[in-house]
């Protein structure tokens, strides 16, 4: 059942949004975008778009098909759109100048969750939208910017149902795929209560975590008869995308703490297309997220492809956690 007597279609809510005309065409061209990634993501094999690419990106990682084939939809797509300065992805080893008269930059993630592809699980695109500082054309350190200075930021996860999130900063609204290709409205106002009974962590990296992270989640498996007085669930999907759509749907908790596999890298996601689009999403709907040590969306970036530990959700979990950080 629709949540309202009308749909309410997505250019509709942007309307009533009064966004200036041309942060609209951006987000209609990322929209745009990811229907066309949704479509190569539903025919897998039939599309031939499962399997190893036989490359990788800049950050070490093997490519999978679907993360090339996403990356350059939205890179063609998006370099096209009058309003768009540069794009940043996490397959590209620098940023992609587009119109040197565009007003907005673009950072995403094409394919979150790329391990979930040939196995048929929830994945999907993160996207943020910052404003170009300068006029002319795009350079590197424009897109260095704090997660509080976003214009926009969202996720299309290609799941059970294909449904879009996103926010402008007036709280956080969600949109389902019809068999048109239309998104409609079909969650307002989304809110992650405060407190949590869910937790979504990779337990299999317990040895690598920093000690207040292995008492933490210590506490939680304690249960009822531990500090924390009641029992937690526990889930991990293995694509960010899906674990924080969970958190805006029901609550929760989602962790991807540091830890020291590898000691030049601060923690596995990164900031600039993952962790601060995410945060600002979850913050919106009245949640926290935290490195352990500040708020993700006021760290200062260094480079496009920072990584960073990523606590969101629940404000009572990551306040707990941080605090522990904060003692030892
Ligand atoms: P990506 O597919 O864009 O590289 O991101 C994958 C990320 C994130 O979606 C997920 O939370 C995490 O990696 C899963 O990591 P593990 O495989 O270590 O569980
Ligand atoms: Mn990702
Ligand atoms: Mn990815």
Known sequence: MA??????FLN?????NALPVEIGAV????VAGCLAISKKVRLGALAGVLGEAGSGNIQGEAQKKLDVIANDILVETLRRCPHIAGLASEEEDDFVAANAAGEYLVLFD???GSSNIDVNISVGTIFSVLRKPHDGAAQSADFLQCGTAQMAAGYVLYGVQTQLVLTLGHGVFAFTLDDQGQFILTRSRLNVPAAAAEFAINMSNYRHWEEPVRVYIDELLAGESGVRGKNYNMRWVASMVAEVHRILMRGGVFMYPKDARDPSKPGKLRLM???NPMSWLITQAGGAASDARQAILTIQPQSLHQRVAVILGAQEEVTVLADKHRAA
């Open 110 to 112: 094409p394919l979150d």
């Open 3 to 8: 949540h309202t007597e009308f749909p309410v």
């Open 273 to 275: 297309y993952e962790a």
């Open 12 to 16: 509709e809510h942007l309307r009533a």
């Open 27 to 30: 987000l209609t061209d990322i």
